[in-house]
């Protein structure tokens, strides 16, 4: 079964505006990873977040990881059109030995 | 820098053919991965091979198997097609397993019919 879930499976918002998306798990990790998929293209990774890190930025993006809750965020500011994909998280599975994704979220960014 | 290249990009196979899909990776990657995606289900993993002579299987193996031919290349063969591996297959791979950031190919949508 799939280490992460994401939440929203879609969201819909107006150009400027922020996007928020989770993503829960349910074992302990090492790392938590983004990636966003552009229609029709593979993934690309956003950005990682350490366990022992809680929050951490890069550009437009932060991430946020609460071990205790088993969840991350990941908040898109002023969101473009060019936003519009979707976008997963990932970690190892249980073994250590694979990364696994979730179902991912559809942002739509109209303008 | 061409990152992770998979062939071909589109394929239709008719029920009970064969078919290999090819990938091949220039970073000097040990890891490697082949996921399926389809409508719904996100990304589920095949197979991956964590470093050169090894692989093992993913959430989804029914139906494939793979070689880790060299470091950079690492494929995935379907002995005979069924309609419910159409799907959009992608390879990926990664420096090694901890705190590395995985690079994906372009994909190659395969249909089954």
């Known amino acids: 079964s799939q280490q992460g879930e994401e939440d929203p499976q879609a969201l819909s918002i107006q150009e400027g505006e922020n996007a928020t998306m989770n993503c829960s798990y349910k074992?302990?990790?090492?790392?938590l990873q983004w990636y966003r998929q552009n229609s029709g293209r593979g993934l690309v990774h956003l950005i990682l977040?350490?366990?022992?890190?809680r929050e951490k930025h890069s550009g437009r993006l932060r991430v946020t990881l609460d071990t205790s809750k088993k969840s991350s965020s990941l908040l898109i500011t002023a969101s473009r059109a060019a936003d519009t994909a979707s976008y997963f998280c990932a970690m190892l599975n249980q073994a250590g030995t694979a990364l696994i994704f979730g179902k991912g979220t559809t942002l739509s960014v109209s303008s | 820098n061409a990152g992770v290249t998979q062939t071909p990009k589109f394929q239709v196979l008719k029920t009970g053919q064969s078919m290999t899909l090819q990938c091949a990776q220039d970073m000097n990657h040990n890891s490697m991965y082949w996921y399926r995606q389809d409508p719904g289900m996100g990304l589920r993993l095949i197979y991956y091979s964590a470093s050169e002579g090894t692989t093992d299987k993913g959430e989804v193996p029914n139906g494939y198997n793979v070689s880790r031919l060299n470091k950079r290349e690492f494929s995935l063969r379907l002995e005979s097609a069924a309609p419910s591996q159409t799907s959009v297959y992608f390879c990926a791979s990664t420096e090694g397993l901890l705190n590395t950031e995985a690079f994906f190919g372009q994909g190659t949508r395969l249909t089954v019919v």
């Open positions: 074992t302990s990790i090492n790392n």
């Open positions: 977040i350490r366990s022992n890190e």
